[in-house]
């Protein structure tokens, strides 16, 4: 797929500072990201490594719009996130969340919480929410009947698709996706990690695809980020920087990643 030249999301020299009250005339401050430049075309898969508190979660949420940046800006179709509502922002960026079990209301039905977003975004017509409804577990594989299932009654990759489902349902541009296949059986990820892909060349969407695995990112991705310390380190083409990595922590994930990268590429290669 080619993409366009334009970027979809940028984040442009962006921090985050968490600052907490450590006495009556002191503070604690923690920098989560510092000065992190990044953007995401049209169509591209942008690919976010690095370890637990590099910063990634942190840099995902204020691309969400659920965290402001201490210093510098996001835009979002060359606006600035700011400027957009919360429902505005819900319209165009989504996430699918690393846990499809506890990321759904073990209470309610597939298809009412499906419905749900629909309803929050002002479509008011029933029969129209029921068309988009059996419409997206359709286009993630599932069958309408399933729309009357409570989320115990799936398996985890059913749930999983629910959740891509319910991130798709508002047509977005942009999906973050966190660890989505860290939670599955592994003969169960290859089959998520296929159906993402089918849905990009469908519907032109663009993933900022957040993984600790390396032969997931090196599958997926376009181009990759890798994060430490709250900065990016390193960004290039995915198979250019695996492999000739050019910084030392990248080089240190490659070398610590490479039995489990040969290992998944294996089956990876074939079902991708």
């Known amino acids: ?32 990201v510092a000065g992190v430049s990044l953007e995401l075309g049209q169509g591209e898969i942008v690919g976010l490594v690095g370890e637990s508190g590099s910063g990634k979660t942190t840099l995902s949420r204020m691309l969400m719009g659920l965290d402001k940046p201490t210093a510098g800006e996001i835009l ?25 079990y506890s990321s759904l209301n073990p209470a309610r ?7 749900h977003a629909l309803v929050v975004h002002g479509i008011s017509d029933a029969q ?7 419409q997206a577990l359709e286009l993630v594989g599932l069958l309408p009947r399933h729309a009357a299932n409570l989320p115990s009654q799936l398996s985890g990759g059913q749930r999983q698709r629910v959740v891509i489902a319910r991130a798709l349902i508002l047509q977005p541009k942009v999906v973050i996706c966190d660890e989505p ?8 990820q290859a089959q ?28 997926m991705a376009t181009r990759v980020a890798v ?40 089956p990876a290669s074939a079902s991708l």
């Open 227 to 266: 994060m430490y310390a709250g900065r990016v380190v390193e960004m290039n083409e995915a198979e250019e920087l695996f492999r000739r990595p050019r910084h030392p922590y990248t080089r240190l994930l490659a070398n610590s990643g490479g039995d489990s990268r040969r290992e998944a590429q294996r």
């Open 109 to 115: 039905t597939v298809g009412t919480v499906l419905d």
């Open 181 to 188: 296949t860290s939670a599955l059986d592994v003969s169960i």
């Open 76 to 100: 979002l179709l060359g606006r600035p996130l700011a400027q957009f509502s919360r429902l505005e922002r819900a319209r165009h960026i989504q996430m699918v969340y690393q846990d499809p």
């Open 1 to 32: 797929m080619n993409t366009e030249s334009h970027p979809v999301i940028q984040a442009q020299s962006v921090s985050r500072v968490f600052s907490r009250r450590r006495g009556i005339f002191s503070w604690q401050h923690t920098v989560g």
């Open 128 to 134: 129209d929410r029921r068309r988009r409804v059996a």
């Open 192 to 219: 998520i990690l296929n159906l993402l892909l089918e849905l990009r060349a469908r519907l032109g969407l663009s993933y900022l695809f957040v993984s600790h695995n390396l032969a997931v990112v090196e599958h």
